[in-house]
């Protein structure tokens, strides 16, 4: 996944989806709706985003729908890009479930399952951001480095980290499946 070379089963990444914008007082939301294919079988996701006025809170919901008379196999995600400074600095680490894992630094690899926090902190700007799942996930981890030509050659420049979670369910004929993420920035 993170070498892009996978095969994207469904055309929700390429093609434009429905939107809806919403204001009910201090909470401003878009709902984002589509109905394309997973492997040729007739899918529906909706997502929902709301921010709320003076929060460093998103909240966001999805929904998935098979539309089809088959039963389907899924994976589900969605990908997060945090472009924060300092890749390899010890002071800006990720933390899985409260725990530094394996490598966690933001231009760090990893996959784990069964995860619902993820956190970067930031020791040196003193903030995080932190993805909250209500449902476990598989979570992919992973750097964005671009390649930049300097007095000594070639060398990889970190540009952001890729936080990734997604699950893998199978819905029959008509059948819903829902998750909910929530994103924070805390000093």
Same mark, same amino acid.
């Given at each position: 996944?993170?070498? %892009?070379k996978?095969?994207? *089963?469904g055309?929700?990444?390429? +093609?434009?989806? #429905?939107f809806t914008p919403?204001?009910? /007082?201090?909470e401003?939301?878009?709902a @984002?709706?589509? +109905?394309?294919?997973v492997?040729?079988f007739?899918?529906?996701?909706? =997502?929902?985003?709301? @921010?709320?006025?003076?929060q460093?809170?998103v909240?966001?919901?999805y929904e !998935? !729908?098979? @539309?089809?008379r088959e039963?389907?196999?899924?994976?589900?995600g969605?990908?997060?890009?945090f472009s924060?400074l300092?890749?390899?600095?010890?002071?800006r680490?990720?933390e899985?479930?409260?725990?530094?894992?394996?490598?966690p630094?933001l231009?760090?690899?990893?996959?784990?399952e069964?995860v619902?926090?993820v956190?970067?902190?930031?020791e040196w700007k003193?903030f995080?951001?932190?993805?909250q799942a209500d449902?476990p996930?598989?979570?992919?981890?992973?750097? %964005?480095?671009?390649?930049?030509q300097?007095?000594s050659g070639f #060398?990889?420049?970190? +540009?952001?980290? !890729?936080?990734f979670?997604n699950?893998?369910?199978?819905? /029959?004929p008509?059948e =819903?499946?829902?998750?909910g993420i929530? *994103?924070?920035?805390e000093?």
């Amino acid at each position: 996944f993170s070498r %892009v070379k996978y095969r994207d *089963l469904g055309d929700f990444t390429i +093609q434009p989806y #429905e939107f809806t914008p919403r204001r009910r /007082g201090s909470e401003v939301s878009l709902a @984002l709706r589509r +109905q394309g294919k997973v492997d040729g079988f007739p899918v529906k996701v909706e =997502k929902m985003v709301s @921010l709320c006025a003076r929060q460093s809170i998103v909240n966001i919901t999805y929904e !998935v !729908v098979n @539309l089809s008379r088959e039963e389907v196999a899924l994976r589900f995600g969605s990908e997060f890009n945090f472009s924060l400074l300092a890749g390899s600095s010890p002071d800006r680490y990720f933390e899985i479930e409260g725990v530094k894992p394996e490598n966690p630094f933001l231009s760090g690899f990893g996959s784990l399952e069964n995860v619902k926090t993820v956190k970067i902190v930031d020791e040196w700007k003193g903030f995080s951001v932190s993805l909250q799942a209500d449902k476990p996930a598989f979570l992919w981890r992973f750097p %964005v480095e671009t390649v930049s030509q300097s007095e000594s050659g070639f #060398e990889k420049i970190y +540009q952001s980290s !890729v936080v990734f979670p997604n699950w893998k369910f199978t819905l /029959g004929p008509g059948e =819903k499946w829902s998750t909910g993420i929530t *994103l924070r920035i805390e000093e």
